[in-house]
């Protein structure tokens, strides 16, 4: 089992962000920069919702239908999670009949209506939705750059790792102060 500590992953996904924001002139806020790596570091929480066998319809439904507290939940996991496997795992690319517009456009709505959901909780967290809703596309791209800003074997054994880090068991994460985060 290896064992990680916030600090080591979130240093390597913010300065892969930050180069690849500057390579790419994406010009992202800081505020979606930072939420950007959250997801990176922790992509455990976008497979809270089961993708494989519910379509990503019958997901807004159950949204539209839930407490806004549930719906948020939803809608933001939706967001994150055709975002990281659009951006980190071309995951349009093993689901042959799922057009990478497709991944776009159910990200960009879910996002979007995260975003209307918290205008009047909070301003900040809505504008950082926003962003993420509005520039989707250049988000795609960016994910793919800190992926592809390495050799071809760096890139695999990264996807690999990532793909490790999703299943719960295979790695502890603790934080700087030495608590067990997972």
Not at 35 to 61: Q, V
Not at 83 to 93: I, K, P, S, T, V
């Amino acid at each position: 089992m290896t064992v990680l500590t916030v600090s080591d992953v979130s240093m390597f996904f913010k300065k892969a962000i930050d180069e690849a924001d500057h390579d790419l002139g994406t010009g992202l806020t800081e505020a979606t920069k930072a939420y950007l790596l959250g997801l990176l570091s922790d992509p455990t929480h976008t497979e809270k919702l089961d993708f494989e066998t519910i379509a990503f319809a019958t997901w807004f439904e159950r949204a539209d239908a839930a407490t806004k507290t549930e719906a948020l939940e939803i809608y933001r996991n939706i967001g994150d999670t055709t975002l990281y496997r659009a951006g980190m795992l071309n995951a349009y690319d093993t689901h042959k009949c799922l057009s990478p517009e497709y991944f776009s456009d159910i990200g960009c709505i879910a996002y979007q209506r995260l975003a209307g959901l918290l205008q009047k909780r909070s301003a900040v967290q809505a504008t950082v939705f926003d962003e993420l809703s509005g520039r989707f596309e250049d988000l795609i791209s960016l994910l793919r750059s800190v992926v592809g800003a390495h050799s071809k074997s760096d890139k695999e054994r990264l996807r690999d790792e990532i793909e490790r880090l999703m299943r719960p068991d295979s790695f502890l994460i603790i934080s700087p102060q030495g608590k067990l985060v997972h």
